[in-house]
Every structure is written in C-alpha cells, then in structure tokens.
C-alpha cells in the first residue's frame, strides 16, 4: 500500500461512477492502490459490490473504500454520496437500450447517459471536487473522412454527421460536447480520455474483426493496426492524470504503445475461441458489403440498424489506421 494522497492531513477521495463496470472496478483498484481514499458510486449495495470486487482484486486493500449505493437519477443521494470527495472519475453511462417492436432503441440510452452527467455537475457544483476525469471512447471521431492508414490521434476531428454514426458513438460524443462546455462554464479542471478497445485476460472482443455470431462469419482483412489495450494499463493512465498538474482542459487518447496488427488480433480471437470460422474479405468488399445491408435495412424501413452497420462505424473497426497514444506517453513514462 502506498502512502496516502493528502491534501495536508486529508487523504484526497476519489469518486468513481460506473465503480461496478468493467473499467470501472479497475480504476478503483488502481485508486486504492495508489493511495487515494474511493467512493464507489454504484447500484448495488455494498455487500454485494465488494465481493464481486475482490474476486478479481484480492490481494488490495479496501480500507480507504468506502461502497455508495446511488442512482444517479436521485440528484440528492448522488450530491450526499459525493459530497465530501475532492476528484472524480465519470465512467456511469446507460445500458439501458429500450426495446421497441422487438429491437433495440438507442434513444433511451443517450438520454438517460446525457441527464445523468447533468445530474453530476450539479452535484459537483455542491461539493469540493475540482477536477473530473471523463471516459469517453475513440468511437467518437470520423473515421469515413481519414485516408487509410493514416494516424489517429487527439487532432482526428469528432464526426459530427448523426446519420453515419451508431447510438453508442452519438451518445459519447455528445457527453463530450456536455462535459466542454460544463467546463467552460465553472473553470474546473476537466480531463477527457478516449481508450481504445479495452480488453483483459478474460474478455477480448471480436467487434474489430468484422461480422461476427457465435465464432463464425466474415471478417475484413487488412493491414492497418487494433487500438488494443489492457484494462489495467488504461486504469493507470487515469490515476496518473489524476497526480499531474495539467492544463485546465486537457484531451488523451489511451492506446497500446506497441502496434497490434489486425492479423494479431484475428489470431487472439482464435486462440481464445472467439473465432473458430470465418470469410476472409478484403476490408474495402467488406465495407461495399455492409454498405448494401444497410441500404437494403434502410429501404426496408427497419426501425433500428445495428451500430455496427453506420459508415462511421464500419470504417472506424474495419479501415486500417495507425494509432497514436503519443501525447500521453510522452508525460507519463
């Protein structure tokens, strides 16, 4: 256990939304483990929260957690459970998809992820937390606009066309969009990161490898990079932004420093059982296909096209790109 992050004789809390997520339970492991005090804002209640977390988080410490059951649609419990926390980490985003005539509907999800975040300024605005980290998603960005091959990094430009990006994309974009002018309004410090495809030992998905059920399917073959990187490393990088004295607004893409090629990937998926057959295309026949899928759902009046059918989608998990962690790897060694 590290000494502990003080403010004079105040150990520093750290706030963490999303604690229960898959990231989630990382950063608070990393938190602790680097000495700050956490609250795990969550639904579950404590009990059941800390004995999911210390299956996979044993061999931590967990005297400075502190386990807060919250809605954050409740703005009352939510400003109490934050209240007394100096930092905090903003990964809660909705999961709830709503169903409607049998598909799923995006619309729900944007809306509660949306308010909630607004829930979370206000609460902010009642406490002493002067820095918030947002989690966002390298999703985000126009990928149908960048040539082939060409570098991803925090200059690529959030693609802004609602018709070419799935409800997943729109909706943290426009966090994003929310969380920028919050922090124009109030002058507190705000850090944006945009992991990649966060993956650990037990859990690798199989979104990048093209059209994909059960195993089996057709994946789009080049020779461009994954944006890989293990849930470990990108909650390090967070608790280590946390510690730096940085600008008032800052922006970080969190990537593998060394390049994973889509060939790799494709035999990780393998290994782990995750690919057992598929359809090798070239990525260009494969976006011409799914090109014609959508034109065909649309045409057809589909209530719901699946985000990975949006041209934005499909170039931003199936183009090939070099992507760049630079920025971060340069004040974080």
Same mark, same amino acid.
């Given at each position: 256990?590290?000494?502990p992050?003080?403010?004079? %004789?105040i150990? /520093?809390k750290?706030? $963490?939304t999303g604690? !229960?997520?898959f990231i989630?339970?990382? =950063?608070?492991a ?9 609250v795990?804002?969550?639904r579950?209640?404590?009990k059941?929260?800390l004995?999911?977390?210390l299956?996979?988080?044993?061999a931590?410490?967990i ?14 419990t939510?400003?109490n459970?934050i209240?007394?926390c ?5 990964l809660?985003?909705?999961?709830d998809?709503s ?10 999800q ?5 308010k909630?975040?607004e829930?979370?300024f206000?609460a902010?605005s %009642?406490s002493? /937390?002067k820095k918030? $980290?947002l989690v966002? !998603?390298?999703?985000?960005l126009?990928y =149908?606009?960048q ?7 925090e200059?690529?430009?959030?693609h802004?066309?609602?018709k070419d990006?799935g ?13 920028n002018?919050w922090q124009l309004?109030?002058g507190?410090k ?6 990649g495809?966060?993956?650990s030992?037990?859990?690798l998905?199989?979104?990048?490898a ?10 789009a073959?080049?020779?461009g ?8 490393y990108v909650?390090e990088r967070?608790?280590k932004?946390?510690d730096l ?11 593998g ?12 998926l393998r ?13 260009k026949i494969y976006e011409?296909?799914?090109?014609v899928?959508r034109w065909?759902l ?10 990975s059918?949006?041209a934005n989608?499909?170039a931003a ?5 070099v992507y760049?962690s630079?920025k971060i790897?340069n004040?974080?060694?």
């Amino acid at each position: 256990m590290k000494t502990p992050k003080c403010d004079e %004789t105040i150990i /520093i809390k750290c706030a $963490v939304t999303g604690a !229960s997520g898959f990231i989630g339970k990382h =950063v608070v492991a990393e938190a602790l483990r680097e000495g700050y005090g956490v609250v795990a804002i969550t639904r579950q209640g404590q009990k059941a929260y800390l004995e999911s977390f210390l299956i996979e988080h044993k061999a931590i410490s967990i005297a400075n957690l502190e386990v807060r059951t919250c809605d954050l649609n409740d703005n009352q419990t939510l400003m109490n459970s934050i209240a007394d926390c100096n930092v905090a980490v903003h990964l809660a985003a909705s999961m709830d998809s709503s169903i409607i005539g049998g598909r799923p509907d995006g619309k729900q999800q944007y809306q509660q992820t949306i308010k909630t975040t607004e829930n979370l300024f206000e609460a902010i605005s %009642t406490s002493n /937390i002067k820095k918030l $980290v947002l989690v966002s !998603s390298i999703s985000v960005l126009n990928y =149908v606009d960048q040539a082939p091959y060409s570098t991803i990094d925090e200059k690529t430009p959030l693609h802004n066309r609602d018709k070419d990006i799935g409800a997943y994309a729109r909706m943290k974009r426009d966090q994003e969009k929310l969380c920028n002018q919050w922090q124009l309004d109030t002058g507190k410090k705000l850090i944006i990161v945009r992991p990649g495809l966060v993956f650990s030992d037990k859990q690798l998905s199989d979104a990048h490898a093209g059209f994909i059920k059960k195993g089996a399917g057709i994946a789009a073959i080049h020779n461009g990079q994954v944006p890989l990187i293990k849930v470990k490393y990108v909650a390090e990088r967070i608790i280590k932004l946390l510690d730096l004295t940085l600008d008032s607004k800052e922006l970080f893409h969190i990537v593998g420093k060394l390049p994973i090629l889509q060939t790799d990937y494709l035999k990780q998926l393998r290994r782990r059982g995750k690919l057992k057959f598929y359809l090798p295309l070239p990525w260009k026949i494969y976006e011409q296909l799914i090109n014609v899928i959508r034109w065909i759902l649309i045409k057809n009046k589909q209530s719901k096209i699946p985000d990975s059918f949006y041209a934005n989608s499909v170039a931003a998990r199936h183009k090939p790109f070099v992507y760049s962690s630079e920025k971060i790897d340069n004040i974080i060694k």
